[in-house]
């Protein structure tokens, strides 16, 4: 199960092993004040691509192509990721204000379609 959550709300037991997964570290958190077990910045979406993005909701189905073809070239920055998920519950962490339009949710439907396919692979 791959669930996700603003960086700035409380850590739960629920939620696994936690994982940043912005390029830049949160505004106004300390690296030490949020437990967080990785920060996977090669998973997140490029520079060039955040910007052009800026949270613009009618920009969205267009990030989310350009970011899955990003996921797609990079396997390498997810598959740690996939491998945390297969063993138990994994929490990515975004910093953005929109809980519908971002990066995080691009990447949990991403990762959440693979184990899919694997598991489909599998009962084969």
């Known amino acids: 199960m791959i669930k996700v959550k603003r ?31 990785g920060w996977i910045k090669e998973a997140a979406p490029s520079t060039e ?13 267009e990030f989310k192509r350009r970011y899955v073809a990003e996921l797609d070239a990079r396997p390498d920055a997810w598959k740690p990721l996939l491998a945390k998920a297969r063993r138990g519950r994994a929490t990515l962490l975004y910093s953005a204000r929109d809980v519908e339009h971002n990066n995080a949710v691009v990447l949990r439907d991403f990762l959440t379609r693979k184990l899919k396919t694997e598991r489909k692979c599998q009962d084969l």
């Open 7 to 37: 960086v700035y709300e409380p850590h739960a037991t629920a939620d696994g092993a936690r994982f940043l997964v912005e390029r830049l570290w949160p505004r106004g958190i300390a690296k030490l004040a949020r437990r967080v077990d």
């Open 49 to 61: 691509l955040r910007r052009w993005f800026n949270h613009d909701p009618q920009k969205w189905t």
